[in-house]
C-alpha cells in the first residue's frame, strides 16, 4: 500500500520542490514552471509525463532533441506500429510480444495468424503508422492490478501479454498505456501523444524466438529506426546504404573469400581458395610479429576428455556454450570451446623454472561454440572459428613488462592492419572474485601503467571485470565510425590453481605463476568480416588474394604479357594473366568487381617500348612505367603494408 | 558322415600317389619315402604330420627352416607358453584365450586369476618354457564331437575355449592338441613334439580385450619372438633393441616434440614448440610444393551437419571409425573423419566450366577417427590427425596427366625428406563396384602408365581397389629396412554421383568429372613419427628445430658468441645461443642429446681470429672456418634438403 501523504523533496534546476509523493512527473514540472519538456530523468530511470514519482532526488526535464527524448519516441512508435498492425491484420489476428526500443530505433516481435510478415508489407505497414501519428491520440497512462491486466489481455487474447505479467514480481506495479482503442501492457515512458513522433523507418523483418528460446514459438521481429527530423534520418539512412554496399557476407561471395553452405552447417566457415591465400598472409604475418617478440608457435587438438573441461571449470561455467559431448568408450569428449587448458597441459609437461619465464605460448587455434543458429551473422558470428590465441605465464615480477609489451603488440598489429583510432577499456575487481588482493591490484596497475605508457586515454568499467581476474579490451573504429571489440587482455587468477601451476624460483621453492590470456585480432573470422566491410572489399595491396592482374589488349600482346607475367611472379607478388578472349573494357570491368588493386594494360605501345601501363583500384590511371618502377612502387607499398 | 573309403591323389615332388582319403599327412610322406618333414602345404594351407587330408593336390613338404617351417613351430611355442602358465600359476587359474601365431612369433591372451602378469615375470615363464621343450612331449592331435569338447574344457574351467566352439560352425571338425598333461583347443598345425622347437624370446605385456571388444573381459596378452636358431634370434632382438632406441615416442618427448596427456584425452597430440617449429617448416615447405604446381589451399571446418556425411555415404559405411553424434537445435552433426565433403562444397559454390579444370583443392585438414584406446601408438596410430590432403577434379582426357603429375609430386616430396626406396601397389577393380567399365579403365590404365612412365616397378593388387575406385598406394622403406605406406591416389566414382558434381563442357552441356583423392605424406602426424625413427631422432637440418646451437666456451666469450648468433640469426637459421655458466662438456652433451645438428664452439681462438670451430652431430669436429663460410655450408645443406 502506497501512503499517499507522504511528501518527497525534488530538485529541478537547481531550485528544490517539495511535492506529494505519487505526483505525476507532468504536474511537478508544471510546478516548476518548466514548459515543453517531453519527459524527466531521475537517476538512471527515464520517465514520461504521466508517471508518478515517489522518490526525491534531482530530477532532469527532457526535451525533444536531447538524446533521452529519442527513447521516449522510441518507444511510443514501437506502439504505433503495434496499433497499425492491428488495424490492418485485424485485432484479434495479432498478437504481440514485447517492443523495446534499440540503440537507434525500435522493434516489435509480433505474430499474425494467418499471414507470414515479409519486407513488401513494410511500406503500407508505415503508411498507416503515419496516418495514426497524424490522429495524434493522447498517450495515457493506467495502474492496473494483476487480476484487471490478465482480464485486460485474456479478453485481447494477447497470449505473450499474459506470460509476462505472469513473470512480473508481485510488488511491482503493472501499467498500461492506450491510444485511441489500441492498448498495450507497457512500463512506459511514452510521448503525450502520438502526433509527437518523429521521422522514421522500418528497416527489416527477422524471426525470433519468444524469450530467445529456441524450444518457443517463433514470432516475426519488425524492427525500425527513428529520428527526430528528417535529416538525421537520411543521414543514416544513407550509412545503412554504405553499410550495405560493404556486408562482408555479399564481398565474401563476390570477392570468393568464404562460404557457409546450408548442408555443411550453419555458422562454420569454409575458406575459398581466394579467401585462403588472404588468410595464408595474414597467419603468415601473425606467426612472424609473435616469433620475433619470442612467443613460441604450438599446435593443440580440437577435441579434450570431459575430465579436462571439469577442472578448467568450463563444465560449471560455461557449457551452455560449448557443442554437445560425444561419449566414447564411457568417457566423455568435448570440442574444444577455448584452448587454455591444452596450453596449460603443455606448461605443466615438465618442471618449469623461473629462468624460462615469461612463456609465451601462441596459437591459431580453432574453437567451436554453441550459439542459436537465429543469431549466426556471416563472419561476424560463427560457430567455429580461429582464435588468435596466446597464454603467457610469467612471475609477478614480471606483469609489468608483459603487459605492456602485449598491449604494444596488440596496437602496432592493428596498426598494420590499418586501424587507428582505439578505444580502451580497463575492467577491475567484481564483487566476488578469486584471487588475493595483491594480485588484483598488481595485476590491475599493470594494465593501467601499460596504457598510460603508451599514451592512451581509456575508460574504466569499475567491478566490470571477470571473476577471475581484470582486463583490458582495445575497440577499434572502422571507415563507417563503427566500434568494433577485437584485442583482450585478461588476467587469470583461476586455472592456475585449478591446475595447480607452478614454477621453482631462485630460492628453490615452487611458486605459483600469473597467467595472461590474451587475443588481438579476436577471430580470424571475425577480423576478417570487420576488415572487407572497412575496406569495402579493397584490401591493403599486402593482403590481396591477387596482387596484379595482366590484360593483354589483343593476342598479339599475349607473349608480352607473358613476359611480364612472369616477371612479376618472380618477384614475389601473386599475379593473374587474363588471356581470354574479351574486350579490354570488359577484363578491366571484371578485375574491378573482383577489387584487384591494380591492373597492368599491355597493347602495342607498351609492348613497343617495353613498359608497363599501370591503373590502380584506389588511385585510378597511373600511366606508362617500366616494369622495374612498377616493381619498385609494389615493392614499397607491401613493406609498408600501405 | 565322412567316407573313409574314398581315394585321393596326391602330388609329391612330381611323383602322383594315390591314398586313402583321411590318411594323416606324415604318413603320406613315410609312403612316399620323404624324411624329416614337418609339415606340408596343400595349396595355402599348412598342415602338420598328424592331420588328416581329405583333398587331393599338390603337396609340398616342409622341413625346419623352409619359411612356412616357422609358423608351425611359433604355433607350438604359443602353447609351450600355455603350458608353462598352467604349471606356474595353477591350471584352474589360468583362463586362456587365443594363442595365434604372428609375423615373427607368437603370443597369447591369458586371464590369471589372482595375479597380473608383468614383463617381470617372463624370465620365469621363458625358463619354465625350456623346461617343457627339455621334457620332449609328443604333440597329439585328436578330434572331439562338439559335446565332448564342451564338456573338456567345461571341467578345464576354460571360459573362453567355450565360447570359441559355440563359434565354430556345425560342419567343422573340432580338434585339440595334447602334449604332457596340457590340452588345448586347436585347428593346428603343430611340431611332432616339444622338443622341436627353435630359440625364442617373450617380448612384451599388454591389455588385450576378449574378440577385440572393449565390452568385453580385458586379458594379458603375452607376446614373443621365434627363430629356428639362436642366430637368428639374436639379429632380430639387436634390430628391437635399435628400434627402440629410435622409439618416437621416447624421441618426442626427449626432443621436446610432442606430448600425448591422460587428461586431455588418449590419441591426441598436443604440439610442443620444437615440435611446432618444425611442423611450420614442414607445412610450409608441403604448402609451396602444392602452390607452384597449381594446387589451390582451402581451409574447412572440423565439424559437418549430419545431412552431408549422410549424403557422402560416411554415415552408412564410415560410422563405426566417427567420433560419436553431437545434437543441437534438433541437428545432428559430426566432427570430420575426412575432407571430401567439405572440398566437394567449394567445388560445387559456383557453375564450374572445363576451362577451370583440372581443379586442385588442397588442405592440412585435421581429421578425427575413432580407434580404440587399446590400439592408439604415439604418433603412428591416433584419434586426431592432419592429412595432407587434395582432391582433384577433372575431365576424362585430363586423367592421364593428372595422376603422372600426382604420382611424380608424391615421390620428388617423399625423396625430399630422404626416402629413396619406394615399394608401389595397384589396387585394381573388386568384384562389387560402382562406376563404369569405361571409368575404370581409363584410370586403372592412369594409374599404371604413370608408374610405368616415370620408371618404377610396382605390384597389383588384382580386385584389390575400395569399390569406388582404383588406386596407387606408394610405401617407402626407412633406415630399419621397414617399410611404410604414405601416399596414396584413389580414384572416387562414388562421391561425383552422390553430389551431383558437373562441369559445363565445350558442348556446353554439363558433363560428370572425374574425381581424385590423394595424400602424399598420409597424415602429419604419423609420417612424423616415421620420420623421427628413421632418422633416430637427428632430422635433416633443414627441418630441424634448432639448427645452430651457439657455445661460448667462458663469460668473457659471450660477447663475441652474441654476434655469432645475430649474425646467424639474420642470415635465416634458427639459432640458440647457450650462455649458460656450465662446463663447455656440459653444454655439449646437452645439445648431443638434443640432436641438433651443429654446435658452434667459441674460446678465445675464435674471439682473436673471429672465426668459429664447428662441431657437426652427423660429421663431427670440422675444425675452425669462417662464419662466412660456415653459412654458406649451412645454406648449401639447407637448400638440397640434405
Known amino acids: 500500500m502506497r501512503a499517499m501523504g507522504e511528501r518527497i523533496r525534488v530538485l529541478i534546476d537547481g531550485r528544490e520542490f517539495e511535492i506529494k509523493k505519487g505526483t505525476p512527473l507532468g504536474e511537478i514540472l508544471k510546478l516548476a514552471g518548466v514548459d515543453g519538456a517531453i519527459g524527466g530523468k531521475v537517476g538512471n530511470r527515464i520517465l514520461d509525463l504521466q508517471t508518478p514519482l515517489f522518490e526525491g532526488g534531482e530530477l532532469k526535464p527532457i526535451f525533444k532533441g536531447d538524446p533521452e527524448s529519442l527513447e521516449i519516441m522510441r518507444h511510443s512508435l514501437a506502439h504505433i506500429m503495434a496499433q497499425a498492425l492491428k488495424e490492418l491484420y485485424g485485432t484479434e489476428r495479432v498478437h504481440l510480444g514485447v517492443g523495446p526500443t534499440t540503440e537507434e530505433g525500435f522493434y516489435y516481435d509480433v505474430e499474425v495468424e494467418g499471414h507470414t510478415i515479409t519486407e513488401e508489407d513494410l ?49 511491482e506495479v503493472i501499467s498500461v498505456y492506450q491510444q485511441g482503442d489500441f492498448v498495450d501492457l507497457c512500463k512506459g515512458p511514452h510521448l503525450p501523444s502520438t502526433g509527437e513522433a518523429g521521422a522514421f523507418k522500418l528497416m527489416s523483418v527477422s524471426g525470433a524466438y519468444w524469450l530467445g528460446r529456441s524450444d518457443q514459438p517463433q514470432l516475426t521481429r519488425i524492427y525500425g529506426i527513428a529520428f527526430w527530423n528528417e535529416k538525421d534520418l537520411e543521414e543514416r539512412l544513407k550509412f545503412y546504404e554504405e553499410a550495405k554496399k560493404r556486408d562482408h557476407r555479399r564481398l565474401g561471395r563476390e570477392l570468393e573469400f568464404f562460404l557457409i553452405d546450408e548442408e555443411v552447417g550453419p555458422g562454420l566457415v569454409i575458406w575459398l581458395p581466394r579467401g585462403a591465400v588472404y588468410r595464408r598472409v595474414l597467419e603468415d604475418y601473425w606467426k612472424e610479429e609473435h616469433l620475433r617478440r619470442g612467443y613460441h608457435l604450438v599446435y593443440t587438438p580440437h577435441v579434450g576428455r570431459s575430465r579436462l573441461w571439469e577442472r578448467s571449470g568450463h563444465l560449471e561455467y560455461y557449457r551452455e556454450n560449448m557443442f554437445p559431448e560425444m561419449e566414447m568408450e564411457g568417457e566423455g569428449y568435448f570440442v574444444k570451446p577455448m584452448n587454455c587448458p591444452f596450453h596449460i597441459a603443455i606448461y605443466k609437461s615438465k618442471v618449469r623454472s623461473y629462468k624460462e619465464l615469461p612463456l609465451k605460448l601462441a596459437e591459431l587455434g580453432t574453437v567451436y561454440r554453441y550459439e542459436m543458429s537465429g543469431v549466426l551473422h556471416g563472419l561476424l558470428r560463427v560457430r567455429g572459428f580461429t582464435q588468435d590465441d596466446a597464454h603467457i605465464i610469467c612471475t609477478p615480477d614480471q606483469v609489468d613488462d608483459v603487459i605492456r609489451e602485449t598491449l604494444d603488440l596488440a596496437l602496432s598489429m592493428l596498426k598494420d592492419f590499418g586501424f587507428e583510432d582505439f578505444r580502451i577499456y580497463l575492467s577491475t575487481k567484481p564483487e566476488y572474485a578469486t584471487g588475493t588482493d595483491e594480485q588484483w591490484e598488481r595485476a590491475q596497475n599493470a594494465l593501467r601503467k601499460a596504457i598510460e605508457e603508451l599514451g592512451h586515454d581509456y575508460e574504466v568499467d569499475e567491478g566490470g571485470g571477470a571473476f577471475y581476474g581484470p582486463k583490458i579490451d582495445v575497440k577499434i573504429k572502422d571507415a563507417l565510425g563503427r566500434f568494433w571489440q577485437c584485442s583482450t587482455i585478461q588476467f587469470d587468477f583461476n586455472l592456475p590453481e585449478r591446475f595447480d601451476m607452478t614454477y621453482v624460483g631462485p630460492d628453490n621453492r615452487k611458486h605459483r605463476p600469473y597467467m595472461i590470456h590474451r587475443a588481438i585480432l579476436g577471430s580470424i573470422e571475425r577480423f576478417t568480416g570487420i576488415l572487407l566491410e572497412h575496406y569495402g572489399g579493397l584490401l591493403p595491396l599486402w593482403l590481396s588474394p591477387t596482387q596484379v592482374r595482366v590484360l593483354p589488349i589483343a593476342d598479339r600482346h599475349v607473349e608480352y604479357a607473358k613476359r611480364v607475367f612472369s616477371e612479376l611472379e618472380r618477384a614475389g607478388f601473386r599475379v593473374e594473366l587474363d588471356d581470354r578472349e574479351e574486350r579490354l573494357g570488359a577484363k578491366i570491368r571484371d578485375a574491378e568487381l573482383m577489387k584487384i588493386p591494380y591492373v597492368v594494360v599491355l597493347g602495342d605501345k607498351e609492348v613497343e617500348t617495353g613498359t608497363v601501363s599501370v591503373r590502380g583500384k584506389r588511385e585510378g590511371n597511373l600511366g606508362s612505367m617500366s616494369l622495374e618502377e612498377f616493381i619498385d612502387m609494389l615493392r614499397r607499398k607491401v613493406e609498408s603494408r600501405e
Chains 1, 2 share one sequence.
Open 123 to 171: 511500406p503500407k505497414i508505415e503508411e498507416k503508422m503515419r496516418e495514426i501519428i497524424r490522429r495524434d491520440y493522447p498517450i495515457l497512462r493506467k495502474e492496473l492490478s494483476r487480476e484487471e491486466a490478465i482480464r485486460l489481455f485474456e479478453d485481447l487474447k494477447e497470449r505473450y501479454k499474459i506470460d509476462i505479467i505472469n513473470r512480473i514480481p508481485p510488488d
